[in-house]
Nanobody
Framework: QVQLVESGGGLVQPGGSLRLSCAAS????????MGWYRQAPGKQRELVAV??????NYASSVKGRFTISRGNANNTVYLQMNSLKPEDTAVYYC????????????WGQGTQVTVSS
């Protein structure tokens, strides 16, 4: 079992930045991958970014603006979000993967990100 707790969401103006944090209940280096998903109102949940063995992948909509990284502590993952757009508004979820980057096994409770002027 892995418990995930996200933090760092909030309200930001278009063009602004936020950094989301995810604290896991155990070392993330024992997991296959860590990721961030998001779900906007009325839309399906979508993969935003994933990191596995130091390799990162991003949704095309966020590539060049968002960066996923692992913290110095061995149980933290971050999502740095720059040049935010109103369409980035969503609940963001941290995920932990034990076997595949496309199949999360554990989810956090989510943190709201709202991009609005």
């Amino acid at each position: 079992q892995v418990q995930l707790v996200e933090s760092g969401g909030g309200l930001v103006q278009p063009g602004g930045s936020l950094r989301l944090s995810c604290a896991a209940s155990r070392s993330i280096f024992s997991l296959y991958a860590m990721g961030w998903y998001r779900q906007a109102p009325g839309k399906q949940r979508e993969l935003v970014a994933v990191i596995s063995g130091g390799i990162t992948n991003y949704a095309s909509s966020v590539k060049g603006r968002f960066t996923i990284s692992r913290g110095n502590a061995n149980n933290t993952v971050y999502l740095q979000m720059n040049s935010l757009k109103p369409e980035d508004t969503a609940v963001y979820y941290c995920t932990a993967h034990t076997r595949s980057v496309l199949a999360p096994d554990y989810w956090g409770q989510g943190t709201q990100v709202t991009v609005s002027s």
